[in-house]
């Protein structure tokens, strides 16, 4: 069965300190997806990255940055110098290839609340 | 902005009621997928549509149902409700010209009391 794993339920820095979230997931399925999602106090759900199975490149987009390691089953995702408009929930998440046409349903962790306190 | 949207964005309703959310994807997304987000169930997949038909199928109730119209929006019908469904649902669309991303909608908030 596929899984995802957030081990870290709530985080707390100060502002301009760096904090890498974790994400750990289980899937037999060779082909998948794996994203990030952030969610304000707003609510919705904002897409961050998207990273295939075949693709073990770290990407680094502005302050964030994402560690794929297909050896350990991870795809951490780190902000630099952490400002509180960091301030969210992010979830992690995996999805199996389905074909050109679609993929498939989205199996998230439980989330990481990131407190930045100025 | 998603370019996906929901209505209404919150609805309160009492135990036993029958609600309809609705959601319209992006323009030219085929794909509509909706979620559960509870405190104690985080947020589950409940049900996905591709160009009017169900493609796939979560841990959705037999309370529930959905469908996906030929204009392609999509309404999730919520039926004999319980305090227990109260949370919040997300719509998300998704298209292969947009590397089949998931992007969601604002959500909306279900209040059963």
């Known amino acids: 069965a596929q899984k995802v794993t957030q081990a870290q339920t709530e985080i707390s820095v100060v502002e301009k300190e760096d904090v890498t979230l974790d994400c750990v997931y289980e899937?037999?399925?060779?082909?998948?997806?794996l994203f990030w999602y952030k969610q304000p106090p707003s609510g919705e759900l904002v897409f961050l990255i998207r990273?295939?199975?075949?693709?073990?490149q770290n990407e680094i987009s502005g302050r964030y940055s994402w560690n794929f390691q297909k050896s350990t089953s991870s795809f951490n995702f780190t902000i630099t110098a952490s400002q509180v408009v960091d301030s969210a929930v992010y979830f992690c998440a995996l999805s199996e290839f389905r074909g050109s046409s679609n993929t498939g349903k989205l199996i998230f962790g439980q989330g990481t609340t990131l407190q930045v306190k100025p | 902005d998603s370019g996906v949207t929901q209505t209404p964005k919150h609805l309160i309703t009492a135990t036993g009621q029958r609600v309809t959310l609705r959601c319209s994807p992006r323009?030219?997304?085929?794909?509509v997928y909706w979620y559960q987000q509870s405190l104690d169930q985080g947020l589950q997949f409940l049900i996905q549509y591709y160009n009017g038909e169900e493609r796939a199928k979560g841990n959705i109730l037999e309370r529930f149902s959905a469908q996906q119209f030929p204009d392609l929006h999509s309404e999730l019908n919520l039926s004999s409700l319980e305090l227990g469904d109260s949370a919040l649902y997300f719509c998300a669309s998704s298209s292969p010209v947009a590397k089949n991303i998931q992007y969601f909608g604002a959500g909306t908030r279900l209040s059963v009391l």
């Open positions: 990273r295939n199975s075949f693709d073990e």
């Open positions: 899937t037999r399925d060779t082909t998948y997806y």
């Open positions: 323009s030219g997304d085929l794909s």
